[in-house]
C-alpha cells in the first residue's frame, strides 16, 4: 500500500509542539489487532506494521476526531442536588476517599468494588487489581473482558493448560490453506486482519452471512447456539472420513477416546437436524482442514458467548486437536481477541480470581510470590471474587458491594440485562466513574473522574497475538484531566497507602508488572520500554534474558505431562428456547463502524454518518408477517426487556433469527434484551442467543 | 417409597443404554434408582446407526461401542452382558434369566429392539432354521463382521430389500469393490419414504455408482456358491446374501407375559404398557404415529422416561417423534420427512415438484397451512438441511417457494458486476464506507489509480478486499470519461 505516512482527506495537520516531523508511531485505539498508525498533529494514517499491513478501516482513519471531540470531559464532576457539577480534583478524590473508608467501615472490604475493562494498558490493568487488593483489600474486583475473552480463555486452559489468543504470529495465517473461522466477523471488526486470510481457503461458521462470509469459499450457517452440535458434527466427519491424525492424538494429547464417546452420537445428519447445517457441507468443512497442509481455526465471540460457552470452544478445539493442528507450526488453534488489550487485560490482575502474570489467587505459591512483589503479607490478599456478571448483579443488595469504581467500561450498555444492571448501579451508596466522556455508566454516577486517553498517555497492550507493544504519548492531554494512574496514585494515597507502592510513571508500573509476573504463565520480566522502543517483536512469555516466545506449544504443551486434553462435552443448546410469545431467536453483534458500548465511536460524526442508529436485519418474510418492511420501525421483545430500532430486511438472515448490533444506549440497547445466563466454568453471559418477537412499534 | 427404586431394563441396544444413561445423569449417585441392565448380546453397547460406516470401511468395529468398559461400575449399573431372558413374572415383579436366576422390579422397561425379517425364499434358512451358508442378515455388530469376513473383492453380492437398511449396505459394499445387486419386491427403492419418481432417481444415481437394480422382483430360490433365481426369471449370482428384507420388534417376552402387543408393544405417553410398573421403549415399542427402527424416537423415549423413572419431571410425556429419515451414503444425499405420497395435484396441499434425473436432483415438498408437511429431498444437501429446519422448527415457508426448493439462496455474487452498473450509492468499501459516488467524485478531482483513490477516499485501505473493485472503477472513468 502506499497510504503508509500520508495524512489524506483532512486539511494539514498542526503538530503539537513536541511531536516530531512526520508524527509519533503508535497503535490504533480500538480493537486488538492494534494496527500501527501515525499520529501527526491530532491526525492519523496507517503505517506498515505485522498485524495490519499498512491497512486502517474507517474506526482507525477517524480516530483522530476522539482527541478534539466537544463532548470530552476536563474537569471532575460530583453529584450534587441530584445534578453533576463541576468539582475540583482534591474535592472529588477526597470525597471518594472518605465515601470509600465510610463503606468499608460498615460494610467491610468487599463493600467496595472495582470493574476494570479490556481497553486498559497493562499498567493500568496492573495497578487496579493492586489497588483493589492492597488499598481497597476488596476481593470484589472484575472486567468486561468477562463478557469477551473468558469462555475461550477457560477451554484453553482446560485443553493446552495454557491460554494465549493465539499462540502464534498473526502472520502465521498468510501461509495457511485453510482457516476455519467460527462466530468471528474479522471484515467488519477488525478489517485489516483479512489481509491475512486467503478466501478460496477460508471457511466461516456464522448464523448469519456476514462481510466475512461473504469472502469465504464455504459458509456455514447453524441456528444460533447450536455450534456445539456443529463442532460435534464436523468431527465425526473427520473421524469417520478416515481424517483421524492417529499419530499425534497418540503422541501429543490424551483423553480422545471418551470424546470420541459423544462424538460417536453425533453423526452429521443428525447434527443436521439441530442445526441446519447439511451434513454435505459438515463433510465437506472436514475435508477442507484435513487435506490443507497448513490449516487453522479460530474462535470468535459468536461461538463463545454463550452459556455453554466454555464447553462450546472446547468442542472446537476437540476438532482442532484430531486434526492434528495446535502446537504445529503453520498451523494452530486460536481464539480472536476483542477489544484492544483483551489480551493483557486478562493477565493482570484484574479478574476476580487472578494474580498478575495469570496466576490464580487460590494458588498459595502465587499468593506469596506477588505479596512479596508488594510488600504485603500474603494472609492479607483477598480470595477470588464475584466474576463480572455476578458482581453487577449483587451491587446494592444485601451481601453485595455498596461503592463501586468502574474504569475503562461501559456496563450500561455492554452488559447483559442491562435495564436490570442499570437499577443495581442505581442502589449504590456511590459510583465512581473514570471516562474520557460522559459515557451512559458516567451518567449515573456520583463521581466522574476525567482521565486520559490513548494519544495523550504512555503504555502497553499485547495483542490478540500475545505481543506486547508500546503506544507512544503523541500529544499532550487537555488541561484538567489525568491518567488513570495518576487517580489510582492520588487515592490509594488518601487511603493511607505509601506513595511509592502506586507509582504514576507507567514505565516505573511497567517494571513493577514485569516483577510480579516472573515465573507465572504470562510472564513479562524480559520485557522492558527500550526494548520495546526498539521496536522488539516480543511475545509472552518472555521471561528474564529471553527474545519472547511467537509460537507456543512446538514441543509440549503447558499441563505438566506435555500433553493436550481432549475434554468430553456435550451439546444441550440455548439456555432459553422460543416458544408462542417469543417465537424466534435474537442474535447481537458488532458493525463495522462502532467499538463496543460506542461510547468512544459515537462521538465521531463520520462514523455516525455511516451508521446513525441502531438496526434489526431480519429476513424479508418474517419482517413481513410482522407487517413490516425495510426502514419500518419495531419493538424487539424478550423476556426481559424491550427495543426500538429499524428494520433491515436482510434474504441472507434465516427466517427464525433477528440480528441486533449492541452499540447503542437507551432504548436502542441491544442489551436491554440479552440472557445474563451464565456459563458454569467461564461466568460468560448468554449474549448471543435468546427467545425474541418482533412488532410494529 | 423408601430406597431407590428397582429398575431393570431388558435390552442393552441403543435405546437400553440410552436410556441408562439419561438416568444416571439425572441420578448421578444411584440415590433414586438402582439400575439393571441386562444385555444379551456379548459385546457392550454399541452404535448401531454406525454399522454402515464399518460395513463401508469409514469406520473400525471399536469405534461404535456407546460405553467404556468400566462404564457400569463407574456409573452403578448392574450391567449382565451375555445374559438371555427367560420370561417376565408380572405378579412377583420379577425378570427370571435362562439361568434360573431371578431379579427384582419396581419398574421393568423393555428396550429388547427388532429382529431381522428373512423372507421367505428357497435355500436362504438351513434345516436348523438358521441362515444357509452365504446368507448374512445386516442388524448386529456380528452380522457386521461375517459379512466383512465373507467379502472378497470384486465377487457378487446380492442384497434383498431396497430399503434404507439395505441401501447403505449396498452401497458400503460397493465402496469396498463388491459387484452388489439389489432385488426388491416393490417397483421402487425405499417405498416407504420416496415416491415413484424419488425412487426412480435414487436407482439411477446408485446405479451411477456401480449398484445394479432387480425392482418390482422377488428372490424365489437361493442356491448358495451361485445366487438367486428372481420370480421373473432372472438369475442374480452371488456369493454372499446380504438380507436387508425388514424388522420385526422383538415382543416375544411381553407376549409371553400377557402385556398388549399390537404390531409393537403398545405404550402410552408415559412410555407405559398395559402393565403399568412395565414400559417399553425404541423398536420393540409401538406409540401412534411413530414408526419404528429409528434411533431419534428411542432417544427422545429414554429423556421422558429417565425424567419419570428418577422422578426429575413426573410430568414428562413422550408425544410422538417427527421423522427425518436419512440415507447415510456416500456421494447420495437423501431425505425423507412427513408426508411424501401426497399427489401433486391434491386440492388441499401445495405440492411442488422438482426433478432433474440428469444430475441426480429430485425435491418435492407438500406445504401444508404455510408449513412443510412433507418432502423428499434427493441430491441437494442444502435444500434438505434447510426444509428439514422449517418442518422441524414449525416455521412458515417463506414467501418464495423455489428458493426452499433449490435450497438456501446462492451464494452473491461478488463485486465483480460491471463498475458502469453500479448505482452511485453502491458501498464498494466497506472498511471505509466509501460509495462509488465518492470515488468518482474523488477521481473527478484529479485522484488517478487505485492509490490516488485509496489516498483520496480510504478505499481499499481496511481489509484490502475491494482493491480489484477500486481497480477496475479507477480504469473503467479513464475509459468513459
Same mark, same amino acid.
Given at each position: 500500500?502506499?497510504?503508509?505516512?500520508?495524512?489524506?482527506?483532512?486539511?494539514?495537520?498542526?503538530?503539537?509542539?513536541?511531536?516530531?516531523?512526520?508524527?509519533?508511531?503508535?497503535?490504533?485505539?480500538?480493537?486488538?489487532?492494534?494496527?500501527?498508525?501515525? @499520529?501527526?498533529?491530532?491526525?492519523?494514517?496507517?503505517?506498515?506494521?505485522?498485524?495490519?499491513?499498512?491497512?486502517?478501516?474507517?474506526?482507525?482513519?477517524?480516530?483522530?476526531?476522539?482527541?478534539?471531540?466537544?463532548?470530552?470531559?476536563?474537569?471532575?464532576?460530583?453529584?450534587?442536588?441530584?445534578?453533576?457539577?463541576?468539582?475540583?480534583?482534591?474535592?472529588?478524590?477526597?470525597?471518594?476517599?472518605?465515601?470509600?473508608?465510610?463503606? +468499608?467501615?460498615?460494610?467491610?472490604?468487599?463493600?467496595?468494588?472495582?470493574?476494570?475493562?479490556?481497553?486498559?494498558?497493562?499498567?493500568?490493568?496492573?495497578?487496579?487489581?493492586?489497588?483493589?487488593?492492597?488499598?481497597?483489600?476488596?476481593?470484589?474486583?472484575?472486567?468486561?473482558?468477562?463478557?469477551?475473552?473468558?469462555?475461550?480463555?477457560?477451554?484453553?486452559?482446560?485443553?493446552?493448560?495454557?491460554?494465549?489468543?493465539?499462540?502464534?504470529?498473526?502472520?502465521?495465517?498468510?501461509?495457511?490453506?485453510?482457516?476455519?473461522?467460527?462466530?468471528?466477523?474479522?471484515?467488519?471488526?477488525?478489517?485489516?486482519?483479512?489481509?491475512?486470510?486467503?478466501?478460496?481457503?477460508?471457511?466461516?461458521?456464522?448464523?448469519?452471512?456476514?462481510?466475512?462470509?461473504?469472502?469465504?469459499?464455504?459458509?456455514?450457517?447453524?441456528?444460533?447456539?447450536?455450534?456445539?452440535?456443529?463442532?460435534?458434527?464436523?468431527?465425526?466427519?473427520? =473421524?469417520?472420513?478416515?481424517?483421524?491424525?492417529?499419530?499425534? =492424538?497418540?503422541?501429543?494429547?490424551?483423553?480422545?477416546?471418551?470424546?470420541?464417546?459423544?462424538?460417536?452420537?453425533?453423526?452429521?445428519?443428525?447434527?443436521?437436524?439441530?442445526?441446519?447445517?447439511?451434513?454435505?457441507?459438515?463433510?465437506?468443512?472436514?475435508?477442507?482442514?484435513?487435506?490443507?497442509?497448513?490449516?487453522?481455526?479460530?474462535?470468535?465471540?459468536?461461538?463463545?458467548?454463550?452459556?455453554?460457552?466454555?464447553?462450546?470452544?472446547?468442542?472446537?478445539?476437540?476438532?482442532?486437536?484430531?486434526?492434528?493442528?495446535?502446537?504445529?507450526?503453520?498451523?494452530?488453534?486460536?481464539?480472536?481477541?476483542?477489544?484492544?488489550?483483551? +489480551?493483557?487485560?486478562?493477565?493482570?490482575?484484574?479478574?476476580?480470581?487472578?494474580?498478575?502474570?495469570?496466576?490464580?489467587?487460590?494458588?498459595?505459591?502465587?499468593?506469596?510470590?506477588?505479596?512479596?512483589?508488594?510488600?504485603?503479607?500474603?494472609?492479607?490478599?483477598?480470595?477470588?471474587?464475584?466474576?463480572?456478571?455476578?458482581?453487577?448483579?449483587?451491587?446494592?443488595?444485601?451481601?453485595?458491594?455498596?461503592?463501586?469504581?468502574?474504569?475503562?467500561?461501559?456496563?450500561? =450498555?455492554?452488559?447483559?440485562?442491562?435495564?436490570?444492571?442499570?437499577?443495581?448501579?442505581?442502589?449504590?451508596?456511590?459510583?465512581?466513574?473514570?471516562?474520557?466522556?460522559?459515557?451512559?455508566?458516567?451518567?449515573?454516577?456520583?463521581?466522574?473522574?476525567?482521565?486520559?486517553?490513548?494519544?495523550?498517555?504512555?503504555?502497553?497492550?499485547?495483542?490478540?497475538?500475545?505481543?506486547?507493544?508500546?503506544?507512544?504519548?503523541?500529544?499532550?492531554?487537555?488541561?484538567?484531566?489525568?491518567?488513570?494512574?495518576?487517580?489510582?496514585?492520588?487515592?490509594?494515597?488518601?487511603?493511607?497507602?505509601?506513595?511509592?507502592?502506586?507509582?504514576?510513571?507507567?514505565?516505573?508500573?511497567?517494571?513493577?508488572?514485569?516483577?510480579?509476573?516472573?515465573?507465572?504463565?504470562?510472564?513479562?520480566?524480559?520485557?522492558?520500554?527500550?526494548?520495546?522502543?526498539?521496536?522488539?517483536?516480543?511475545?509472552?512469555?518472555?521471561?528474564?534474558?529471553?527474545?519472547?516466545?511467537?509460537?507456543?506449544?512446538?514441543?509440549?504443551?503447558?499441563?505438566?505431562?506435555?500433553?493436550?486434553?481432549?475434554?468430553? @462435552?456435550?451439546?444441550?443448546?440455548?439456555?432459553?428456547?422460543?416458544?408462542?410469545?417469543?417465537?424466534?431467536?435474537?442474535?447481537?453483534?458488532?458493525?463495522?463502524?462502532?467499538?463496543?458500548?460506542?461510547?468512544?465511536?459515537?462521538?465521531?460524526?463520520?462514523?455516525?454518518?455511516?451508521?446513525?442508529?441502531?438496526? @434489526?436485519?431480519?429476513?424479508?418474510?418474517?419482517?413481513?408477517?410482522?407487517?413490516?418492511?425495510?426502514?419500518?420501525?419495531?419493538?424487539?421483545?424478550?423476556?426481559?426487556?424491550?427495543?426500538?430500532?429499524?428494520?433491515?430486511?436482510?434474504?441472507?438472515?434465516?427466517?427464525?433469527?433477528?440480528?441486533?448490533?449492541?452499540?447503542?444506549?437507551?432504548?436502542?440497547?441491544?442489551?436491554?434484551?440479552?440472557?445474563?445466563?451464565?456459563?458454569?466454568?467461564?461466568?460468560?453471559?448468554?449474549?448471543?442467543?435468546?427467545?425474541?418477537?418482533?412488532?410494529?412499534? | 417409597?423408601?430406597?431407590?427404586?428397582?429398575?431393570?431394563?431388558?435390552?442393552?441396544?441403543?435405546?437400553?443404554?440410552?436410556?441408562?444413561?439419561?438416568?444416571?445423569?439425572?441420578?448421578?449417585?444411584?440415590?433414586?434408582?438402582?439400575?439393571?441392565?441386562?444385555?444379551?448380546?456379548?459385546?457392550?453397547?454399541?452404535?448401531?446407526?454406525?454399522?454402515?460406516?464399518?460395513?463401508?470401511?469409514?469406520?473400525?468395529?471399536?469405534?461404535?461401542?456407546?460405553?467404556?468398559?468400566?462404564?457400569?461400575?463407574?456409573?452403578?449399573?448392574?450391567?449382565?452382558?451375555?445374559?438371555?431372558?427367560?420370561?417376565?413374572?408380572?405378579?412377583?415383579?420379577?425378570?427370571?434369566?435362562?439361568?434360573?436366576?431371578?431379579?427384582?422390579?419396581?419398574?421393568?422397561?423393555?428396550?429388547?429392539?427388532?429382529?431381522?425379517?428373512?423372507?421367505?425364499?428357497?435355500?436362504?434358512?438351513?434345516?436348523?432354521?438358521?441362515?444357509?451358508?452365504?446368507?448374512?442378515?445386516?442388524?448386529?455388530?456380528?452380522?457386521?463382521?461375517?459379512?466383512?469376513?465373507?467379502?472378497?473383492?470384486?465377487?457378487?453380492?446380492?442384497?434383498?430389500?431396497?430399503?434404507?437398511?439395505?441401501?447403505?449396505?449396498?452401497?458400503?459394499?460397493?465402496?469396498?469393490?463388491?459387484?452388489?445387486?439389489?432385488?426388491?419386491?416393490?417397483?421402487?427403492?425405499?417405498?416407504?419414504?420416496?415416491?415413484?419418481?424419488?425412487?426412480?432417481?435414487?436407482?439411477?444415481?446408485?446405479?451411477?455408482?456401480?449398484?445394479?437394480?432387480?425392482?418390482?422382483?422377488?428372490?424365489?430360490?437361493?442356491?448358495?456358491?451361485?445366487?438367486?433365481?428372481?420370480?421373473?426369471?432372472?438369475?442374480?449370482?452371488?456369493?454372499? @446374501?446380504?438380507?436387508?428384507?425388514?424388522?420385526?420388534?422383538?415382543?416375544?417376552?411381553?407376549?409371553?407375559?400377557?402385556?398388549?402387543?399390537?404390531?409393537?408393544?403398545?405404550?402410552?405417553?408415559?412410555?407405559?404398557?398395559?402393565?403399568?410398573?412395565?414400559?417399553?421403549?425404541?423398536?420393540?415399542?409401538?406409540?401412534?404415529?411413530?414408526?419404528?427402527?429409528?434411533?431419534?424416537?428411542?432417544?427422545?423415549?429414554?429423556?421422558?422416561?429417565?425424567?419419570?423413572?428418577?422422578?426429575?419431571?413426573?410430568?414428562?410425556?413422550?408425544?410422538?417423534?417427527?421423522?427425518?429419515?436419512?440415507?447415510?451414503?456416500?456421494?447420495?444425499?437423501?431425505?425423507?420427512?412427513?408426508?411424501?405420497?401426497?399427489?401433486?395435484?391434491?386440492?388441499?396441499?401445495?405440492?411442488?415438484?422438482?426433478?432433474?434425473?440428469?444430475?441426480?436432483?429430485?425435491?418435492?415438498?407438500?406445504?401444508?397451512?404455510?408449513?412443510?408437511?412433507?418432502?423428499?429431498?434427493?441430491?441437494?444437501?442444502?435444500?434438505?438441511?434447510?426444509?428439514?429446519?422449517?418442518?422441524?422448527?414449525?416455521?412458515?415457508?417463506?414467501?418464495?417457494?423455489?428458493?426452499?426448493?433449490?435450497?438456501?439462496?446462492?451464494?452473491?455474487?461478488?463485486?465483480?458486476?460491471?463498475?458502469?452498473?453500479?448505482?452511485?450509492?453502491?458501498?464498494?468499501?466497506?472498511?471505509?464506507?466509501?460509495?462509488?459516488?465518492?470515488?468518482?467524485?474523488?477521481?473527478?478531482?484529479?485522484?488517478?489509480?487505485?492509490?490516488?483513490?485509496?489516498?483520496?477516499?480510504?478505499?481499499?485501505?481496511?481489509?484490502?478486499?475491494?482493491?480489484?473493485?477500486?481497480?477496475?472503477?479507477?480504469?473503467?472513468?479513464?475509459?468513459?470519461?
Amino acid at each position: 500500500m502506499t497510504t503508509t505516512e500520508r495524512t489524506p482527506v483532512a486539511a494539514p495537520a498542526t503538530s503539537a509542539p513536541h511531536q516530531p516531523a512526520g508524527g509519533v508511531n503508535t497503535h490504533c485505539p480500538y480493537c486488538a489487532l492494534q494496527c500501527g498508525m501515525t @499520529v501527526t498533529g491530532k491526525q492519523v494514517a496507517p503505517r506498515e506494521f505485522p498485524t495490519n499491513r499498512g491497512g486502517l478501516c474507517q474506526k482507525g482513519w477517524t480516530s483522530g476526531a476522539l482527541l478534539d471531540s466537544a463532548a470530552r470531559l476536563t474537569t471532575p464532576l460530583m453529584r450534587t442536588g441530584g445534578q453533576l457539577r463541576p468539582a475540583s480534583w482534591d474535592t472529588a478524590l477526597d470525597h471518594v476517599a472518605a465515601k470509600i473508608t465510610g463503606i +468499608q467501615r460498615e460494610y467491610g472490604p468487599d463493600g467496595v468494588a472495582v470493574f476494570g475493562g479490556g481497553g486498559l494498558t497493562n499498567e493500568k490493568a496492573y495497578l487496579l487489581g493492586k489497588f483493589a487488593r492492597v488499598a481497597l483489600r476488596t476481593s470484589q474486583v472484575d472486567y468486561n473482558g468477562r463478557f469477551c475473552m473468558s469462555s475461550a480463555a477457560a477451554a484453553g486452559m482446560r485443553a493446552f493448560g495454557l491460554d494465549r489468543g493465539l499462540p502464534f504470529p498473526v502472520t502465521d495465517l498468510d501461509e495457511a490453506d485453510a482457516v476455519l473461522l467460527v462466530g468471528a466477523n474479522p471484515a467488519e471488526t477488525m478489517p485489516p486482519f483479512m489481509r491475512h486470510l486467503d478466501p478460496s481457503g477460508l471457511i466461516v461458521i456464522d448464523p448469519r452471512r456476514t462481510a466475512t462470509a461473504e469472502q469465504a469459499s464455504l459458509h456455514l450457517q447453524p441456528a444460533p447456539g447450536t455450534d456445539l452440535a456443529l463442532a460435534l458434527g464436523i468431527l465425526h466427519s473427520v =473421524v469417520a472420513d478416515g481424517f483421524l491424525d492417529q499419530s499425534y =492424538v497418540d503422541e501429543r494429547t490424551a483423553g480422545f477416546e471418551d470424546v470420541w464417546r459423544i462424538v460417536a452420537r453425533w453423526w452429521p445428519e443428525h447434527v443436521e437436524r439441530v442445526t441446519g447445517v447439511s451434513a454435505a457441507e459438515q463433510r465437506r468443512a472436514g475435508a477442507m482442514l484435513a487435506t490443507a497442509r497448513n490449516a487453522y481455526l479460530l474462535t470468535g465471540r459468536g461461538t463463545e458467548q454463550h452459556a455453554t460457552g466454555a464447553d462450546t470452544v472446547t468442542a472446537w478445539i476437540n476438532l482442532a486437536l484430531a486434526l492434528g493442528l495446535p502446537g504445529r507450526r503453520g498451523s494452530g488453534f486460536g481464539c480472536i481477541t476483542g477489544q484492544g488489550n483483551g +489480551q493483557g487485560g486478562r493477565e493482570h490482575g484484574q479478574k476476580a480470581d487472578q494474580l498478575p502474570g495469570y496466576r490464580k489467587i487460590d494458588d498459595p505459591a502465587a499468593r506469596e510470590h506477588v505479596a512479596g512483589v508488594w510488600g504485603v503479607h500474603p494472609a492479607d490478599l483477598p480470595g477470588p471474587g464475584r466474576s463480572a456478571y455476578e458482581l453487577l448483579d449483587a451491587l446494592g443488595e444485601q451481601a453485595g458491594p455498596r461503592g463501586l469504581l468502574v474504569f475503562g467500561s461501559n456496563v450500561v =450498555v455492554s452488559a447483559p440485562h442491562s435495564a436490570h444492571v442499570t437499577d443495581r448501579l442505581d442502589a449504590l451508596d456511590m459510583l465512581v466513574v473514570a471516562d474520557i466522556v460522559l459515557s451512559e455508566t458516567a451518567q449515573r454516577a456520583d463521581v466522574v473522574l476525567p482521565i486520559t486517553q490513548w494519544a495523550e498517555e504512555e503504555g502497553t497492550l499485547t495483542n490478540l497475538e500475545g505481543r506486547i507493544l508500546h503506544r507512544r504519548r503523541a500529544l499532550a492531554p487537555p488541561d484538567g484531566v489525568r491518567t488513570d494512574l495518576e487517580v489510582l496514585h492520588a487515592l490509594a494515597g488518601l487511603l493511607g497507602q505509601p506513595p511509592e507502592r502506586f507509582p504514576s510513571d507507567p514505565e516505573t508500573v511497567f517494571a513493577e508488572l514485569g516483577a510480579a509476573s516472573a515465573g507465572g504463565p504470562a510472564d513479562y520480566s524480559g520485557v522492558n520500554y527500550p526494548r520495546l522502543r526498539a521496536g522488539e517483536a516480543l511475545h509472552w512469555p518472555v521471561p528474564a534474558g529471553s527474545d519472547g516466545t511467537p509460537r507456543m506449544f512446538l514441543d509440549r504443551f503447558a499441563h505438566p505431562d506435555g500433553r493436550a486434553r481432549f475434554v468430553p @462435552v456435550e451439546h444441550v443448546g440455548p439456555a432459553e428456547s422460543p416458544d408462542d410469545d417469543y417465537p424466534l431467536r435474537a442474535t447481537t453483534g458488532r458493525v463495522l463502524a462502532h467499538y463496543q458500548s460506542g461510547a468512544q465511536t459515537r462521538l465521531v460524526s463520520e462514523l455516525m454518518r455511516a451508521v446513525p442508529e441502531s438496526f @434489526v436485519e431480519v429476513h424479508p418474510d418474517t419482517a413481513a408477517r410482522a407487517g413490516l418492511c425495510d426502514g419500518a420501525r419495531a419493538t424487539v421483545a424478550s423476556r426481559r426487556g424491550t427495543v426500538c430500532v429499524t428494520v433491515r430486511c436482510v434474504p441472507s438472515m434465516r427466517p427464525d433469527v433477528l440480528f441486533l448490533p449492541f452499540h447503542f444506549p437507551g432504548e436502542q440497547s441491544a442489551n436491554l434484551l440479552t440472557n445474563p445466563a451464565l456459563d458454569p466454568t467461564s461466568r460468560m453471559p448468554e449474549f448471543k442467543v435468546c427467545a425474541a418477537r418482533l412488532e410494529a412499534a | 417409597m423408601t430406597g431407590p427404586r428397582k429398575v431393570v431394563i431388558i435390552g442393552y441396544g441403543m435405546a437400553g443404554a440410552r436410556l441408562a444413561d439419561e438416568i444416571r445423569r439425572r441420578d448421578r449417585d444411584a440415590e433414586r434408582v438402582e439400575l439393571t441392565v441386562l444385555g444379551e448380546e456379548p459385546h457392550r453397547a454399541y452404535n448401531r446407526v454406525l454399522l454402515s460406516s464399518v460395513l463401508a470401511g469409514s469406520l473400525r468395529t471399536d469405534a461404535v461401542t456407546l460405553h467404556r468398559a468400566d462404564w457400569a461400575a463407574g456409573h452403578s449399573v448392574d450391567l449382565r452382558l451375555d445374559t438371555s431372558v427367560h420370561r417376565i413374572d408380572r405378579e412377583r415383579r420379577e425378570v427370571l434369566l435362562d439361568g434360573g436366576e431371578a431379579v427384582g422390579y419396581d419398574a421393568l422397561v423393555l428396550a429388547t429392539g427388532s429382529r431381522p425379517l428373512i423372507p421367505p425364499t428357497d435355500g436362504l434358512l438351513a434345516e436348523d432354521g438358521t441362515p444357509a451358508p452365504g446368507v448374512l442378515t445386516f442388524r448386529t455388530l456380528d452380522d457386521c463382521e461375517r459379512i466383512l469376513a465373507g467379502l472378497r473383492p470384486g465377487a457378487p453380492v446380492a442384497v434383498l430389500g431396497g430399503g434404507l437398511l439395505g441401501l447403505e449396505a449396498a452401497r458400503g459394499l460397493a465402496g469396498r469393490g463388491s459387484r452388489v445387486t439389489v432385488v426388491h419386491p416393490v417397483g421402487h427403492l425405499m417405498e416407504r419414504q420416496l415416491d415413484p419418481a424419488g425412487g426412480g432417481v435414487l436407482a439411477r444415481r446408485l446405479g451411477e455408482l456401480g449398484i445394479e437394480f432387480k425392482l418390482n422382483t422377488k428372490a424365489m430360490r437361493y442356491l448358495p456358491g451361485d445366487g438367486l433365481k428372481l420370480d421373473d426369471g432372472g438369475h442374480v449370482p452371488a456369493e454372499l @446374501v446380504v438380507v436387508s428384507a425388514g424388522v420385526r420388534p422383538e415382543t416375544a417376552l411381553a407376549s409371553t407375559a400377557g402385556i398388549d402387543v399390537d404390531g409393537g408393544i403398545v405404550v402410552d405417553t408415559a412410555l407405559r404398557t398395559s402393565d403399568s410398573r412395565v414400559h417399553a421403549i425404541g423398536d420393540c415399542a409401538r406409540f401412534p404415529g411413530t414408526p419404528a427402527g429409528l434411533v431419534q424416537p428411542a432417544w427422545e423415549q429414554a429423556a421422558v422416561l429417565a425424567d419419570l423413572l428418577t422422578g426429575t419431571d413426573v410430568s414428562a410425556r413422550y408425544r410422538g417423534t417427527p421423522v427425518v429419515t436419512r440415507l447415510k451414503a456416500r456421494d447420495v444425499d437423501v431425505a425423507s420427512l412427513g408426508e411424501v405420497h401426497t399427489a401433486a395435484d391434491d386440492p388441499e396441499a401445495e405440492v411442488l415438484c422438482l426433478t432433474d434425473p440428469t444430475r441426480g436432483h429430485y425435491v418435492k415438498l407438500v406445504i401444508r397451512d404455510e408449513r412443510v408437511a412433507g418432502a423428499i429431498v434427493l441430491g441437494a444437501p442444502d435444500a434438505a438441511a434447510s426444509v428439514t429446519q422449517f418442518y422441524d422448527r414449525g416455521m412458515p415457508v417463506p414467501a418464495d417457494r423455489l428458493a426452499l426448493l433449490l435450497g438456501r439462496s446462492l451464494p452473491m455474487a461478488s463485486a465483480s458486476a460491471s463498475p458502469a452498473d453500479l448505482p452511485a450509492s453502491a458501498v464498494i468499501c466497506r472498511c471505509n464506507s466509501v460509495s462509488k459516488g465518492q470515488l468518482v467524485n474523488a477521481w473527478l478531482q484529479g485522484a488517478r489509480g487505485v492509490s490516488g483513490l485509496a489516498e483520496a477516499t480510504r478505499a481499499s485501505t481496511g481489509c484490502g478486499g475491494c482493491r480489484d473493485v477500486v481497480d477496475g472503477l479507477a480504469s473503467w472513468l479513464v475509459n468513459t470519461a
